[in-house]
């Protein structure tokens, strides 16, 4: 497998305005804080973390629809971190994204023909080609072609997202970016459109990078899942040895709220104190140690790196587990 995309200490500070017209430091919104990850071609990349934790900006980063504030964005082993006109205008074809409220980003005065002939009018389809694509997508996505000469609220909100992927897949992109798809879902609907979504994925060679708020729903799709927490990924592995081996102390808060389908095994909840703290005054030291129950003085002095915990590749930034060295690095 190849690397697609890759962040390399991506930050994104926002601007705040300060009531001190005097200080030196001008005070930020540190969405983003200095990620680093690689998405291979063919993946889903699973993001998670509470709302508020930088992960809808870093898709956004990811996507160019952002600049960062500092850091590098790399695509099919390009720098694309200065990508600007035409350079971007032909990048955005490869990469696409699929919104929490399909209903918000379609235009309710436009037939869903015109919606998802849109892009590729952009990059120049004959109208026949773009008329024989929409009832291709709709069929794809599991509508019908009559459905394109209807409007955005004459469907279902499954349906809904349904349009939404069929107008991220209109170009054929190598990227697809889905930003809470199904959390305004029934989970019945969920599921429905999470099978779509792997579908798709096998047919047209997809490389996902799915956020979610949620451990749970990012379970099946995901081949890795990336945790993170205040601007920064706290974990990151296989989906399999994370789900059953979590090392980060927020990942078990987290894993331990996923309900247990299975009677017979009894889980402690873990319940975190207070509430997320904001990211325009992160704490000092690990930004986990005002919630965590395993926090020590070193915690709030030093910040942990993201270090190897296990032999499958597994990384978490805590100080107290245990770092794991590898073969390569002894020999
Ligand atoms: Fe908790 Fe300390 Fe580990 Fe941070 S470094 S997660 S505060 S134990």
Known sequence: MSTLLELKDVKKHFPLKSDKILTREKPVLKAVDGISVAVQSGETLGLVGE????????????????????????????????????????LRKEMQIIFQDPY?????????????????????????????????????????????????????????????????????????????????????IQAQVINLMEDLQEEFQLTYVFIAHDLSVVHHISDRVAVMYLGKIVEIGEAKEL???????????????VPETNPQLEKERIILKGDLPSPANPPAGCKFHTRCPFAEEICR????????????????????VKEVILQEQLS
Not at 59 to 74: N, Q, Y
């Open 243 to 257: 789900y059953s081996n979590p090392k980060h102390p927020y990942t078990q808060a987290l894993l331990s709220a």
């Open 51 to 90: 709302s508020g934790c930088g992960k809808s900006t870093a898709g956004r980063l990811a996507l160019k629809l952002l600049e960062p504030t500092e850091g590098e964005i790399w695509f099919e082993g390009k720098n694309i971190t200065s990508y600007k006109g035409e350079s971007l205008r032909r």
């Open 301 to 320: 002095l030093q910040e942990p790196e993201l270090k190897p915990v296990s032999e499958g590749g597994q990384l978490a930034a805590c100080h107290f």
């Open 104 to 188: 918000a980003s379609l235009n309710p005065r436009k037939t869903i023909e015109q919606a998802l002939s849109e892009p590729m009018k952009i990059f120049g389809m004959a109208k026949k080609e773009r008329k024989q694509r929409v009832e291709y997508l709709l069929d794809v996505v599991g509508l019908s072609s009559y459905h394109k000469n209807r409007y955005p609220h004459e469907f279902s909100g499954g349906q809904r997202q349904r349009i939404g992927i069929a107008r991220a897949l209109a170009l054929e992109p190598k990227l697809v970016i889905c930003d809470e798809p199904v959390s305004a879902l029934d989970v019945s």
